[in-house]
Structure formats: C-alpha cells, structure tokens
C-alpha cells in the first residue's frame, strides 16, 4: 500500500483510501467468524481520554466477572495477556481489528472494547463491527489539517454513532446505547442519533433532559462523587477523575453495579505512558506522559504543576511531522506558560525538517517571551531525543520534576527521512538513570 501511495495524486488517495479499508475490514469479518457478533462490544471516542477510560471500564468489568478484552492506542488485552501495541496506529487496521476481536472471543471473553479513533473511524478500519454501545470522552480541534477542519473532524468521529445505532441488536445485549461527555460543548451534535439508551456525565451540576440517564458527580481532591458512594481515582491529573466517571457511567450501562466500579477504580494506579512515574532515588521525580494534542499536552502539564515541586523541566517536540503544523507553535506558547525549563527534541518527524519543527515551537516561546507574560525561562534545542533526556537528568535538582511528552507508551521513534527505530521513553530514561548513578 506505501508503493501504491507514491503514485496516486492525494485527492484520490483520500477517496480510495476509505473504500480500500472498509473493504479490508468487511472481508476480516468474515474471514474471522463476525467475531463482534458473540460479543457485547463497546466503542470509546474522542479528543483525549479514550486509552483510558477504556483500560479503566476493562478494569471494572473484569472485577465485576464480566470477563472483557480491549484494544487501544497502548496495548491490547486479549482477555488473558497483553501485548504492547506496536503497531504505530492507535486504531489498527480493519484486519488486525477483527483479528484481536476473533482472539478476545476465543479467550472467552463475553465483552470487547474498542478505541476508536478519528482517522481509524474516517478510513472505516470499524467496518463489519457490530458496537452495542459508544460514548465519546470529549471534543476538540485535533488533526485538522488530516481531516480538513474540524467539522470533518466531528463528522469522523460520529461513524462510531452511526455504527451504533444501525448495528444488529444482539440476544445477549438488545439494547444501542450512546454516551456523551455532558460538559464538553459537542455533545448535542452526538445526541442527535437515535439510540434505545442515551446517557451522560457532568461535573457541572446542570439539568439535562436529552438523556436517559444523567450521571451527575462532584469532584474531590482525590476523585468523585456519585450518588452516596465515594470514588478514589489514585491516577495523577485531575482528567483521570472525568475518564474513571466516564468508565462507571458505561459500566452502569452495561448493568454493573455503581459499587463494584467503586471498588476496581481503587485499584487502578497506573496506566502505561499516560502520567507514568519512572521511580528513581535521585530527589526529584520524572514522569512520561502522551500529550500528543494541545488538550493532552497542557492537561500533562498541570497535572505536573499541581504536584508539590521546586522547579518543572519539560522535554517535547511536536509529533505528526507535516501534519497540524499549527501545534506546534501552541505547544511552544502552552509550556512556556506552565514549565520553568523547556527542552525541545524530536518526536516523530517522518519526511518533515526537524530543525524546522523545533524553530517553530521555539517561536511559540518566544512570543509569550515577547508578550512579557513570562516567568524567568530557560530554553533550548537538543534534537537527538536521548542527549535531550539526559541533559534534563543533569539539570533536574532535588524537589523537581520531569515531565517529558509526546511518546508516551509508543515503541518506537520515526526519524527525520521516514526511518522508524525501536524506542521507548520509560526505558531510557531508567538507562540514563543507570549511567548517572554509575
């Protein structure tokens, strides 16, 4: 398909690439025994949140004896194992969906939950899926220039809706549901759809009469409330509270118990390269986080400041290549306001110049620099991204924290040229944490 891609003008490849992928999608479907048939089958959406408000419903259902396999931007779980996702897309192409699907049920599971992505969901890598039920985290400018704005956009991540409610109903699970994120600005447009069950969450404390089901929280400083029952969500971030009363809310849906969900969101303490503390005994503390959206990355940022600190040191660059040229100049403007030092590297840079990368979220510094809104700031350019790790555990000092974004759980690192090498944020910093100590 990349051989083929050279040779087919971009107007074109965006009208054969859907046909060409649903295509592949339907015939897996097939080929794999329509395993989402057997299967009560869940579809998370959205701008941020989705990898973990999926893990985190996975987690619920399981505890509840709901036997549940998953699949996400950060591994899959087949209902017995998880394999890191190394695939390089957060939703994998319709064959290997179907695939890990057939494998989930085939593990016994009796639930499968899906992220479904905007690009994914645009391609129709979710044909031949039959969801039960979708909800959708929350809604913001993110991959415009791939979609073409961010109407196409919403309209991409309403395939998921869509799939829901034309979608045959099972024996097991007779009813499509929807779900929305009441508190974020799009969710009337998800509403729209005709669903058996609609359901929302708010933080807000608003009356809302386009749903069924209103699960309605109040925040505290170490998670929510919902009806009588105190939740502890232990993630770092304050966004974590609103994807574990996104994951409850489904989980209720699906009959379990608001007290069972209580109990396995207790439990839940990590979540591989979202907010992951790479423990050391240095003094300071260092955390490895996606962020690979302006949401996602200020949200990373905060999480961090809201943390008891001396100092926050912030290594990233602007992952996607060509792609949203325009994040990179806010990711500049978004640490220069929240971190003390910014070091800027590379993410994934694919057929883009990475010095041209660095130069424009250096941009974005310098005019919040410019603006005089800044704090005394230090930054500077180091492409190779392990020198630019290492040269932030040099300068991280007791009390401090590290914050590098971008990467995240993903296995690999795509250098300027196109040229993809294994990677893995996490375990170099623990090598370089090694060579200091030595």
Same mark, same amino acid.
């Given at each position: 398909?990349?051989?083929?891609?050279?040779?087919?003008?971009?107007?074109?490849?965006?009208?054969?690439?859907?046909?060409?992928?649903?295509?592949?999608?339907?015939?897996?479907?097939?080929?794999?025994?329509?395993?989402?048939?057997?299967?009560?089958?869940?579809? @998370?959406?959205?701008?941020?949140?989705?990898?973990?408000?999926?893990?985190?419903?996975?987690?619920?259902?399981?505890?509840?004896?709901?036997?549940?396999?998953?699949?996400?931007?950060?591994?899959?779980?087949?209902?017995?194992? /998880?394999?890191?996702?190394?695939?390089?897309?957060?939703?994998?192409?319709?064959?290997?969906?179907?695939?890990?699907?057939?494998?989930?049920?085939?593990?016994?599971?009796?639930?499968?939950?899906?992220?479904?992505?905007?690009?994914?969901?645009?391609?129709?890598?979710?044909?031949?899926? /039959?969801?039960?039920?979708?909800?959708?985290?929350?809604?913001?400018?993110?991959?415009?220039?791939?979609?073409?704005?961010?109407?196409?956009?919403?309209?991409?991540?309403?395939?998921?809706?869509?799939?829901?409610?034309?979608?045959?109903?099972?024996?097991?699970?007779?009813?499509?549901?929807?779900?929305?994120?009441?508190?974020?600005?799009?969710?009337?447009?998800?509403?729209?759809?005709?669903?058996?069950?609609?359901?929302?969450?708010?933080?807000?404390?608003?009356?809302?009469?386009?749903?069924?089901?209103a699960y309605q929280a109040v925040k505290t400083p170490h998670g929510f409330t919902l009806g009588r029952l105190a939740f502890t969500v232990p993630l770092v971030g304050e966004f974590n509270i609103q994807n574990a009363l996104a994951a409850t809310a489904c989980a209720s849906e699906l009959g379990i118990s608001l007290s069972l969900s209580q109990q396995a969101l207790a439990t839940f303490?990590?979540?591989?390269?979202?907010?992951?503390?790479?423990?050391?005994?240095?003094?300071?503390?260092?955390?490895?986080?996606?962020?690979?959206?302006?949401?996602?990355?200020?949200?990373?940022?905060?999480?961090?400041?809201?943390?008891?600190?001396?100092?926050?040191?912030?290594?990233?660059?602007?992952?996607?290549?060509?792609?949203?040229?325009?994040?990179?100049?806010?990711?500049?403007?978004?640490?220069?306001?929240?971190?003390?030092?910014?070091?800027?590297?590379?993410?994934?840079?694919?057929?883009?110049?990475?010095?041209?990368?660095?130069?424009? @979220?250096?941009?974005?510094?310098?005019?919040?620099?410019?603006?005089?809104?800044?704090?005394?700031?230090?930054?500077?350019? @180091?492409?190779?991204?392990?020198?630019?790790?290492?040269?932030?555990?040099?300068?991280?000092?007791?009390?401090? @924290?590290?914050?590098?974004?971008?990467?995240?759980?993903?296995?690999?690192?795509?250098?300027?040229? /196109?040229?993809?090498?294994?990677?893995?944020?996490?375990?170099?910093?623990?090598?370089?944490?090694?060579?200091?100590?030595?």
């Amino acid at each position: 398909m990349q051989f083929i891609k050279k040779f087919i003008p971009n107007w074109l490849l965006k009208v054969v690439r859907p046909m060409y992928h649903g295509c592949v999608a339907l015939v897996a479907n097939f080929y794999f025994g329509r395993p989402s048939a057997s299967l009560i089958v869940v579809g @998370i959406t959205g701008t941020v949140g989705k990898s973990t408000t999926v893990q985190m419903l996975s987690r619920i259902l399981n505890h509840s004896g709901k036997k549940c396999g998953y699949i996400t931007t950060i591994d899959f779980f087949d209902g017995d194992q /998880n394999f890191i996702n190394k695939h390089g897309l957060s939703m994998p192409g319709g064959w290997l969906l179907q695939k890990q699907l057939r494998n989930i049920l085939k593990n016994g599971c009796s639930h499968a939950i899906v992220e479904a992505t905007s690009e994914g969901l645009a391609q129709n890598r979710h044909w031949g899926i /039959n969801f039960d039920l979708a909800f959708v985290t929350n809604l913001s400018p993110a991959h415009l220039q791939a979609h073409g704005g961010f109407e196409n956009y919403k309209k991409a991540k309403s395939k998921l809706f869509s799939a829901v409610v034309t979608g045959k109903r099972k024996k097991k699970f007779t009813k499509k549901v929807i779900g929305v994120n009441l508190d974020s600005a799009a969710h009337g447009y998800f509403l729209q759809f005709s669903a058996d069950r609609k359901f929302g969450i708010a933080f807000s404390g608003q009356t809302f009469s386009a749903v069924n089901e209103a699960y309605q929280a109040v925040k505290t400083p170490h998670g929510f409330t919902l009806g009588r029952l105190a939740f502890t969500v232990p993630l770092v971030g304050e966004f974590n509270i609103q994807n574990a009363l996104a994951a409850t809310a489904c989980a209720s849906e699906l009959g379990i118990s608001l007290s069972l969900s209580q109990q396995a969101l207790a439990t839940f303490t990590s979540i591989r390269g979202r907010m992951e503390e790479v423990k050391n005994n240095n003094g300071f503390r260092v955390f490895v986080d996606y962020g690979c959206e302006p949401v996602s990355f200020s949200s990373a940022l905060h999480a961090a400041l809201a943390l008891p600190h001396n100092e926050l040191i912030h290594v990233f660059g602007s992952t996607g290549g060509h792609r949203d040229l325009g994040k990179r100049f806010e990711f500049g403007r978004i640490s220069a306001h929240l971190a003390d030092k910014i070091i800027i590297t590379n993410d994934d840079v694919y057929n883009s110049d990475p010095e041209e990368i660095a130069n424009n @979220i250096q941009t974005g510094i310098t005019e919040v620099e410019e603006n005089g809104e800044l704090k005394a700031l230090q930054h500077r350019i @180091i492409l190779d991204r392990r020198e630019a790790i290492v040269k932030a555990l040099t300068l991280a000092q007791p009390g401090d @924290i590290l914050l590098i974004t971008g990467k995240g759980s993903e296995q690999f690192l795509v250098l300027p040229g /196109n040229k993809r090498i294994s990677w893995d944020d996490v375990s170099v910093v623990n090598e370089e944490l090694g060579k200091l100590k030595a």
